[in-house]
């Protein structure tokens, strides 16, 4: 892994991508965000040994190996990924976990399968509602709980592949070697790595990591009774200049991407002057579904000093992207565009 990102722990590897890797429409990936609850395996499962098992409500329990995954259709998807903790360190009000900036994301072209392709091979008996999928990598310490996770039925017919190539590379041992769930434009706790088994279900799968967290509640509220993360809400990040830039008066480019999950962007608006007024910015480069789009804005700096740069991103629903982010008790979704503000000095 390249020593230039900023890691947040290495046991488990927790690790974000730096300011100047999310310049590009791809993040490169030696640089993409790291994300894990547990160990990773030391070295990477050997395809032979592999397989992929499909049980619970199905017609009949079958076992792919790789290479029967390889025979199926083959799908490439450019999908941006974002951990439901990104931005947390830049919410005024602090919240426990990792202290995220806003290199918890990164967008890339993922190869593989439809996840839908894989369950009508093992046949979904009609009181499924419910998909669960559980991975290869172990709990921190015994007695604690594997990470396994559940989507609901519909989006793993509709929008979900498994991936074993990212940006036309074998999946890397940190991003789930050698197959993982990708629920398209959700965020990552739905996106299961180092897949080997899944199940169908009547029920959402209970536990830890989908009880009590990745769930939006308040303080004094079950965290149970929170709505489970799903979608990766509407954003907009500057990536350049970068906060606290000393820049010499004229022209500046501002650049950044834009991302809203499920949602498509269609307009993303800058404010030099902490919100007062807005101008349109420039789209750059490829506008995909579930991918961020890129963009800049040229700005013809007139006056010395501080200046707060904001940008807000607008979806094809009419929706903006909020000022301020709605806090919850783990800091998940902050999309607030306030709270990404940008200050540079012109001199
Ligand atoms: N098996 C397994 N899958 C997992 C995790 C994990 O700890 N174990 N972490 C999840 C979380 S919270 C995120 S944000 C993404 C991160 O994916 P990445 O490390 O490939 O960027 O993986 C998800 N899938
Ligand atoms: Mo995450």
Not at 95 to 100: D, E, K
Not at 186 to 204: H, Q, R
Not at 285 to 303: L, N
Request: aromatic share 8%; charged share 20%; with cysteine.
């Amino acid at each position: 892994m390249k020593k230039t990102m900023h890691i947040m722990s290495e046991a488990p590897l927790n690790a974000e991508t730096p300011l100047d890797n999310l310049q590009s429409w791809i993040t490169s990936n030696e640089v993409f965000f790291k994300r894990n609850q547990e160990m990773i395996m030391a070295s990477p499962v050997a395809f032979e040994s592999w397989s992929l098992s499909i049980q619970g409500r199905v017609k009949k329990v079958i076992e792919l190996s790789f290479s029967d995954i390889l025979s199926m259709t083959k799908v490439e998807v450019a999908n941006t990924l974002e951990c439901s903790g990104n931005g947390r360190s830049l919410l005024r009000d602090k919240a426990p976990g990792n202290p995220w900036t806003i290199g918890g994301v990164g967008n890339a072209i993922w190869g593989g399968v439809r996840l839908s392709d894989v369950l009508v091979r093992a046949g979904i008996t009609p009181e499924v509602r419910h998909v669960g999928f559980e991975g290869l990598d172990n709990p921190l310490t015994t007695g604690t709980v594997k990470f396994i996770r559940s989507i609901p039925l519909e989006k793993a017919m509709d929008s979900t592949i498994l991936a074993y190539e990212m940006n036309g590379e074998p999946l890397p041992l940190e991003h789930g070697f050698p197959l993982r769930a990708l629920a398209l434009g959700w965020t990552g706790a739905n996106c299961v790595k180092w897949l080997s088994k899944i199940s169908l279900l009547e029920d959402p799968v209970s536990g830890y990591f989908m009880d009590n967290v990745y769930r939006i509640f308040q303080k004094g509220e079950e965290p149970g009774s929170g709505k489970v993360v799903t979608t990766i809400p509407l954003k907009s990040i500057i990536t350049s200049p970068a906060n606290g830039a000393i820049l010499t008066g004229g022209l500046v480019v501002i650049r950044g991407a834009a991302y809203g999950g499920e949602a498509d962007i269609t307009n993303v608006e800058v404010s030099v002057d902490d919100g007062l007024t807005w101008h349109a910015v420039e789209f750059i480069g490829p506008h995909e579904r579930y991918a961020w789009r890129r963009w800049e804005y040229s700005w013809k700096t007139a006056e010395t000093g501080m200046h707060t740069l904001l940008s807000r991103a607008i979806d094809d629903r009419g929706q903006i992207q909020p000022m301020s982010a709605s806090w919850n008790v783990l800091g998940y979704g902050n999309n607030g565009s306030r709270e990404h503000a940008v200050i540079v000095t012109i001199q």
